[in-house]
């Protein structure tokens, strides 16, 4: 299929079938299992994973794309689900389910954060993303690329690169560098918070001026002897922090709030 890739949709093409054999072996896909595939596109992870799944699930918002896996020759083992996976119930398929795709660059970040929601009927995640989103979910403390986004997705996933994808490997060529990611759901990880909306806010205030310190950031929410009781020195910058610690501060903000109510 002649197909021109669609920038609104962020569509960069898979090609490389050294690195389309490697994420599907990655993903170590079973034919009993429940698996859904993100951004088919033109089919590179669609065709091989036909060949090891007994059913395949597939998101996809383009129309024509949509037209051209209809007309796939496997077309017994698709359900395609047509539409934007910023809005579709992961919940409406049954069972647990191992997610793999090629996403779209310029909606990775919020999807990630909605399949937050759905941890609990996930088995894993393969994910195609750019290399720098990669670097910086997985990023431990004390580094450049720790921030809000990673402690948030630590909270839900444990995750590690496993593929790096230079720009040549996509038709057309991105302009930056890609990596694949695996995602495996572990809430408990870093603790368990006692409200996740206030986790939340508390790491948007914390990570809101990087070269701050805690102190300077979370000033008039939580005192230095209120950090100092879970472990943190509030002349430390936020990239300083364990997850592990800021879980024990949403929680001791979080009583202290039930407390006053």
């Known amino acids: 299929m002649q197909h021109i890739a669609r920038k609104r949709f962020g569509q960069n093409f898979l090609q490389d079938k050294g690195i389309i054999t490697a994420i599907i072996n990655a993903a170590n896909i079973k034919e009993t299992d429940t698996v859904i595939e993100i951004g088919p596109g033109l089919g590179a992870l669609t065709m091989p994973l036909l060949q090891r799944v007994n059913h ?3 998101i996809e918002i383009d129309k024509d794309i949509i037209e051209y896996l209809r007309k796939l020759p496997n077309q017994n083992q698709i359900d395609i689900h047509d539409g934007d996976v910023l809005r579709f119930d992961f ?7 191992k997610i793999i795709g090629n996403l779209p660059y310029n909606i990775s970040t919020p999807l990630l954060f909605k399949l937050s929601d759905y941890v609990d009927n996930i088995i894993d995640m393969h994910f195609m993303l750019q290399k720098e ?3 910086r979910i997985c990023a431990l403390p004390n580094s450049k690329d720790y921030g809000r986004l990673s402690v948030i997705l630590q909270y839900f996933f444990d995750m590690e690169k496993i593929i790096d994808v230079p720009p040549a490997a996509f038709e057309p060529a991105p302009k930056v560098d890609s990596a694949v990611v695996r995602m495996i759901p572990d809430v408990g990880r870093i603790g368990i918070v006692d409200d996740i909306n206030e986790f939340s806010r508390l790491l948007t205030k914390a990570f809101a001026m990087r ?32 997850p592990q610690n800021y879980v024990l501060l949403s929680n001791l903000l979080h009583e202290k709030t039930q407390n006053k109510g």
């Open 91 to 97: 919940n409406s398929i049954a069972g647990k389910k």
């Open 211 to 242: 070269r701050k310190t805690l102190r300077n950031n979370l000033k008039g929410i939580v005192s230095d002897e209120e950090m100092a009781q879970v472990g943190i020195d509030a002349n430390l910058r936020p990239e300083d922090i364990n």
């Open 56 to 58: 395949l699930h597939v």
């Open 133 to 135: 989103v990669v670097e």
